[in-house]
Structures are given as C-alpha cells and as structure tokens.
C-alpha cells in the first residue's frame, strides 16, 4: 500500500469554474478514482477552497492538505 500522501497524484485544475461547479467536478474525478488514490485540486474560487474540504470529508474523503497563495488554493484529497 502507498503510504498516506505519497501516492501519485490526480491533478484537476478548476480554476476559473465557480462553487459549487468546482465541488461537482472534484466529487466527479473521485468517484473514478481507486481507494487511496490522491486527487490535487487547483483552485481560484475562495468558496470553493473553504467548502469543498467540508464537503469532501462529509462523503467520506481524507483532506490530507488545504494551502493558499497569491489567490490560488491548492487541495490534496484521498479517495
């Protein structure tokens, strides 16, 4: 088993796409997703990057990292 956040990652870009679009998107690439696979979201919408890791642990996702900068929020969620 890979260990926790070491997994190659899923990178899904959503900047530019509105909440809750954004959340729709990820909870989308998810479901596709193997258990233990990594999603990285890269995100410009701050409702997205405050709700969506709420949303994602609320259906049984681990957030394993939530960062911001210059605008531009980055999530790393585990399916």
């Given at each position: 088993?890979?260990?926790r956040?070491r997994?190659?990652?899923?990178?899904?870009?959503?900047?530019?796409?509105k909440?809750?679009?954004?959340?729709?998107?990820?909870?989308?690439?998810l479901e596709?997703?193997?258990?233990?696979?990594?999603?990285?979201?890269?995100l410009?919408?701050p409702?997205?990057?405050?709700?969506?890791?709420?949303?994602?642990?609320?259906e049984?996702?681990?957030?394993?990292e939530?960062?911001?900068?210059?605008?531009i929020f980055?999530?790393r969620?585990?399916?």
């Amino acid at each position: 088993m890979k260990a926790r956040g070491r997994a190659v990652a899923v990178r899904l870009d959503l900047r530019g796409v509105k909440c809750p679009l954004n959340w729709a998107r990820a909870k989308v690439r998810l479901e596709q997703m193997a258990r233990g696979e990594v999603l990285e979201l890269t995100l410009d919408d701050p409702r997205g990057a405050r709700d969506i890791p709420g949303a994602a642990e609320a259906e049984g996702y681990a957030v394993l990292e939530s960062t911001a900068r210059d605008g531009i929020f980055h999530l790393r969620i585990e399916r």
